[in-house]
C-alpha cells in the first residue's frame, strides 16, 4: 500500500501544473490605455472648469486654459453668493429638493412596482410591464410639452410640483427593481415573513429592501443625476427666477453674457460647484452600493 502511494505521488509530481488563460501584455497595455483615454475624457472638462474658476475675468481668455494664473477661487465664489442676494444658492437648494425628493420618491415607487411585477402572479402583470418597457424608450423631452399642457389645465405650472411630480416616474427604476427582486429575494424568505405574521408592505420594507439595496441605490443615483441634469422641463414649466434649478439658472445668465459680461466668471463658478452635490451623493453612496454587493455575493 505505502509502495502504491508513493507511486501515484510521484506520478502526480510529474505530471505538468495547468494554469488558467494567461492575459497577454499587448491586450493588457491595450485595456489600459482606452481605460486611460476615455479617464482623460471625462476628466479634463472637469480640471478645465476647476482652472477657469479660480482666474478673474481678464485671466480667461489670456492665460494657459488648463493651468493656474491668479488664485481667486474664494473670492469668486464670494462675488457669486452675493450676487442678486445670493440667487445662486436659491437655485442650488431648489435643485437639491428637486432631486433629492424626486429620486427618494422615484426610488420607493419604482422599488415597489419592481418587487410586486417580480414577486406577485396576478392577471395583466407582463401587460403591465411591457408598457413600462415602452416608457423606458420614450425621451424626456418628448413628454415636456404634453406634460405642461396637463398642467396648466390644473394650474399647477410655474410652481414647485409641476419639476417634481414628473420626477418621481422612473420606468427604468421598475425595470431595474423587478429584475434584481426576481433573482436576489427568495420565495421561501417572503413565505417565512407571511407565517410570522408579517404584512406585504412590512415585509417588503423590512425584509427585501435590504436584499435589494443594491437595486435601489443604483436607482436613486441614476433618477438623482437624471432631475439635477434636466433643463427642458423647468425650461417648459417654470418662469417665477426663485423656482429655478441650478442649470436653468446658469443658463439665464449665460443668455446675458453680452449685457453683463462679468456673468462669464459667475456661470463657470457656479458650474463647478453645481456638480459638488453629484460627486458627494455618489462617494456617499457606493459604500451601500458595494456592500450589498458582497451580502449577495456571500449569500
Do not use: C, H
Not at 87 to 100: H, K, P, Q, T, V
Not at 112 to 134: Q, S, T
Not at 229 to 250: A, D, K
Request: hydrophobic fraction near 50%.
Amino acid at each position: 500500500m505505502s509502495l502504491l502511494t508513493r507511486t501515484n505521488g510521484a506520478l502526480a509530481t510529474d505530471l505538468p501544473k495547468t494554469r488558467g488563460p494567461r492575459e497577454s501584455i499587448l491586450s493588457r497595455t491595450a485595456a489600459l490605455l482606452v481605460m486611460g483615454v476615455f479617464t482623460l475624457y471625462f476628466l479634463v472638462p472637469i480640471w478645465w472648469l476647476f482652472i477657469a474658476s479660480t482666474k478673474d475675468r481678464g485671466q480667461l481668455l489670456t492665460t494657459n486654459a488648463l493651468w493656474f494664473a491668479d488664485w481667486n477661487l474664494f473670492a469668486n465664489i464670494g462675488d457669486l453668493v452675493s450676487y442678486n442676494n445670493g440667487i445662486y444658492f436659491r437655485w442650488l437648494l431648489n435643485s437639491l429638493a428637486y432631486a433629492g425628493l424626486g429620486a427618494l420618491l422615484a426610488t420607493v415607487f419604482a422599488g415597489m412596482a419592481g418587487y410586486a411585477l417580480g414577486k406577485y402572479n396576478f392577471r395583466g402583470r407582463e401587460a403591465f410591464f411591457n408598457i413600462v418597457l415602452g416608457g423606458v424608450l420614450v425621451p424626456a423631452t418628448a413628454l415636456a410639452l404634453p406634460l405642461f399642457l396637463l398642467f396648466s389645465q390644473v394650474n399647477l405650472t410655474n410652481t414647485f410640483w409641476s419639476v417634481l411630480l414628473p420626477s418621481i416616474v422612473s420606468p427604468f427604476g421598475v425595470y431595474l427593481a423587478r429584475i434584481y427582486a426576481s433573482s436576489s429575494v427568495p420565495d421561501e424568505l417572503i413565505e417565512a415573513a407571511r407565517l410570522d405574521g408579517s404584512g406585504e408592505v412590512r415585509t417588503f420594507f423590512t425584509v427585501s429592501t435590504r436584499l435589494m439595496a443594491p437595486a435601489l441605490v443604483t436607482i436613486f443615483l441614476f433618477q438623482f443625476v437624471s432631475i439635477w441634469n434636466n433643463f427642458f422641463l423647468p425650461l417648459i414649466m417654470l418662469r417665477s427666477q426663485e423656482l429655478f434649478p441650478v442649470t436653468y439658472g446658469l443658463y439665464t445668465w449665460n443668455t446675458q453674457l453680452n449685457q453683463i459680461p462679468e456673468l462669464r466668471t459667475y456661470v463657470l463658478v457656479g458650474a463647478f460647484l453645481s456638480i459638488v452635490p453629484l460627486i458627494v451623493a455618489f462617494l456617499l453612496l457606493q459604500r451601500f452600493w458595494r456592500n450589498g454587493l458582497g451580502t449577495g455575493s456571500v449569500k
